[in-house]
């Protein structure tokens, strides 16, 4: 009877016993995307500045060029 109830508690408490560890997870993978989405925003800011450039010296050439200045 003993080993019954032995085999028993085993088997209930496998399940739990082999499951992982959770704990955190959700806060890792919030982490990431945050970290994720500022690179995002980062690599945008930095196209932004080169696409502001690029069109601010070529709208001054433009109007140096219709202007004679």
């Known amino acids: 009877m003993q080993?019954?109830?032995?085999?028993?508690v085993w088997?209930?408490?496998?399940?739990?016993?082999l499951r992982r560890d959770e704990a955190g997870?959700?806060?890792?993978?919030t982490a990431i995307a945050v970290l994720i989405?500022?690179?995002?925003?980062?690599?945008?800011?930095?196209g932004f500045q080169a696409l502001w450039d690029n069109?601010?010296?070529?709208?001054?050439?433009q109007i140096?060029?219709?202007g004679g200045g």
């Open 37 to 46: 989405m500022a690179a995002l925003g980062a690599a945008m800011w930095v």
């Open 3 to 8: 080993f019954a109830l032995r085999a028993y």
């Open 11 to 17: 088997a209930r408490t496998l399940p739990t016993a």
């Open 25 to 29: 997870e959700g806060v890792i993978s």
């Open 64 to 66: 140096n060029t219709i």
């Open 55 to 61: 069109t601010n010296q070529r709208t001054t050439e």
